[in-house]
C-alpha cells in the first residue's frame, strides 16, 4: 500500500501553485509598497514561546498545538501562528535597536491540529505582517488598509470588522460585567463554564450556537473602554473613513488568541462555508515585553492562504499555468543532440524552452507542444539540418516559415529570442 499523506496535510500540486504564486506576488508586491522588510522564522520553537503569548486558556494552546519532546528532552512546538516568533526575533536580534518602528512580514507553514474540513487545515499557510514601535492609531488603520489592497488586487471580495479589546486598564472593568452575565445565564457548554472561571473573555469565541445565542445579551465591551481605548478606536474608524476603506463594528470579536489590546479585526467572507476569516488581526501593545523585551506597542494580521486560493478558484480568478515560450521538436539523431544544446543556450539566453528526449514521433511532439502551451515550436529534423534550415511556428495563428540554423548556439538562441519575445 503506498504512503499517503498526513490528515490535513495537503500537496499543492501544478495547476493549484499558480494561484498561490499569485496570491504571494500580490501580497509581496503590497508588502513592499508599504515599506515592510522580509523576515524568516524558524517553524519549531520552544513551547513556552506560545504558552506564554498566545495564552494557556486559548483553544490554540489547550487543544491544538503540535508539542512533541525532542531528543534532548526540550518541549518543541511546530509554530500554530507567526506572530510569537517573530516577535522573539525581534527580541533576540535587537532589532527595536535598529529600527524605532520595525514593519515585517513573513510568509509560512503554520500548523494547529484542528479538526479538517474546507478552508481548514492542519498544516495551513498564513501571509502576516508585524509592525512594531508604534501605538499610533493611523499605523492601525494603514495595515487594515493594506489587508484591504490585498483582497482587492486580487479581485475578491470580504468584508472588515473592526473591534477594540481595551487595555489591561479598563478590561478588567469590563470583565467583571460580562462575569456576572455569564453567572445568570444558562445552559452554557462545558468549554464554557470552565472558561467562565479562568479566562472569560473567551467564552464570546464559542462556536456552539446555543451559547452564542446567549451571548447576543452580553455587555458590549465597547461600552467599558477608557477614554484612551476610546478616543484611540475613533481614531482608527476616522482613519478607515479617510482611507474610504468600509468596515463594520462587531464588538463581540474577541479573537481566539489572548495577546490582543485595543483594536482587533477580521476579513470575512460568507463564501467559505464556516471558515469565514479569511484573515485577522490586531494590536498587542504588551507582548513584546511579556516576551522578555522592551515595552514597545505592536500590531500585526494575518491572512489564510489555502481560503484565498479557494476563493480566487470559487470566482474563477486563479492564475493560468505558465506557458513555454518555446518546444524544440527534433527528429532523428542530429537534429535531437543540435536541439538539446539549443535548447540550453535558449534557457540561457532568457527563454522558457524543452524539448522530448523519448524520440517520438513529430506528430506526438506537436500535441505536447500544445499540450505545454507552446508559443512556438522549431521543427528540425536531419534531412532539414543538411540543408541547414528548419522551421519556425508559430502556435498562435499557425504561420509558420523556414529559418537557418546557426552552428554558433547561444547567437542562434540570441536570434529566436529576437524574433519571438
Ligand atoms: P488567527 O486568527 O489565528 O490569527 O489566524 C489568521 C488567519 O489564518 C485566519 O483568519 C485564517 O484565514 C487562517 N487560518 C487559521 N487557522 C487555519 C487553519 N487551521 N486552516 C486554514 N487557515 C487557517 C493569527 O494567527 C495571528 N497570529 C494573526 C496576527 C498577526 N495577529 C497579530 N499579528
Excluded at 103 to 118: A, D, S, W
Excluded at 354 to 378: E, H, I, P, S, W
Aim: proline share 4%; net charge negative; aromatic share 6%.
Amino acid at each position: 500500500m503506498s504512503v499517503k499523506a498526513l490528515k490535513g496535510f495537503k500537496d499543492i500540486i501544478p495547476g493549484e501553485v499558480e494561484t498561490w504564486q499569485l496570491i504571494e506576488q500580490t501580497a509581496r508586491s503590497i508588502f513592499h509598497r508599504f515599506d515592510l522588510a522580509e523576515i524568516k522564522v524558524p517553524i519549531l520553537e520552544k513551547t513556552d514561546l506560545f504558552v506564554r503569548s498566545i495564552g494557556e486558556t486559548t483553544d490554540i494552546v489547550e487543544k491544538e498545538m503540535y508539542t512533541f519532546i525532542d531528543r534532548n528532552g526540550s518541549s518543541l512546538t511546530m509554530r500554530p501562528e507567526g506572530t510569537a516568533p517573530v516577535l522573539r526575533a525581534y527580541i533576540e536580534n535587537g532589532l527595536h535597536a535598529a529600527k524605532a518602528v520595525q514593519k515585517l512580514y513573513t510568509i509560512g507553514p503554520m500548523f494547529r491540529h484542528e479538526r479538517p474540513q474546507k478552508g481548514r487545515l492542519r498544516q495551513f499557510h498564513q501571509m502576516s505582517v508585524e509592525v512594531l514601535g508604534s501605538d499610533h492609531p493611523r499605523i492601525d488603520t494603514e495595515i487594515m488598509a493594506m489587508a484591504w489592497l490585498i483582497i482587492k488586487e486580487l479581485g475578491l471580495t470580504a468584508s472588515l470588522e473592526i473591534n477594540s479589546l481595551g487595555c489591561p486598564g479598563c478590561r478588567p472593568d469590563f470583565n467583571k460585567a460580562l462575569l456576572d452575565f455569564l453567572h445568570q445565564a444558562d445552559n452554557l457548554c462545558d468549554d464554557c463554564l470552565r472558561r467562565r472561571e479562568t479566562n472569560p473573555l473567551r467564552v464570546l469565541d464559542c462556536k456552539s450556537t446555543g451559547c452564542r445565542e446567549q451571548y447576543k445579551e452580553a455587555p458590549s465591551i465597547l461600552d467599558y473602554l477608557c477614554s484612551g481605548c476610546r478616543e484611540h478606536f475613533q481614531q482608527v474608524e476616522e482613519g478607515l473613513d479617510l482611507l474610504a476603506v468600509p468596515y463594520t463594528v462587531n464588538s463581540f470579536m474577541v479573537r481566539g488568541l489572548d495577546y490582543y489590546t485595543r483594536t482587533t479585526f477580521e476579513l470575512v467572507t460568507d463564501a467559505l462555508g464556516a471558515q469565514s476569516a479569511i484573515g485577522a488581526g490586531g494590536r498587542y501593545d504588551g507582548l513584546v515585553k511579556q516576551l522578555g523585551g522592551p515595552d514597545v506597542p505592536g500590531i500585526g494580521f494575518a491572512m489564510g492562504m489555502e481560503r484565498l486560493a479557494l476563493l480566487l478558484e470559487q470566482q474563477q480568478k486563479g492564475a493560468p499555468a505558465a506557458g513555454l515560450d518555446i518546444f524544440i521538436v527534433a527528429l532523428g539523431n542530429a537534429a535531437q543532440q543540435k536541439g538539446f544544446t539549443l535548447t540550453h543556450a535558449l534557457r540561457k539566453a532568457g527563454l522558457t524552452a524543452t524539448m522530448d528526449y523519448q524520440d517520438r514521433a513529430l506528430k506526438n511532439q506537436m500535441k505536447q507542444a500544445g499540450k505545454a502551451r507552446a508559443r512556438y515550436v522549431l521543427i528540425m529534423g536531419d534531412e532539414e539540418l543538411n540543408k541547414k534550415e528548419a522551421m519556425l511556428r508559430n502556435m498562435e495563428n499557425s504561420e509558420q516559415a523556414p529559418l537557418a540554423v546557426n552552428d554558433d548556439m547561444q547567437g542562434w538562441a540570441a536570434e529566436l529570442a529576437g524574433k519571438i519575445i
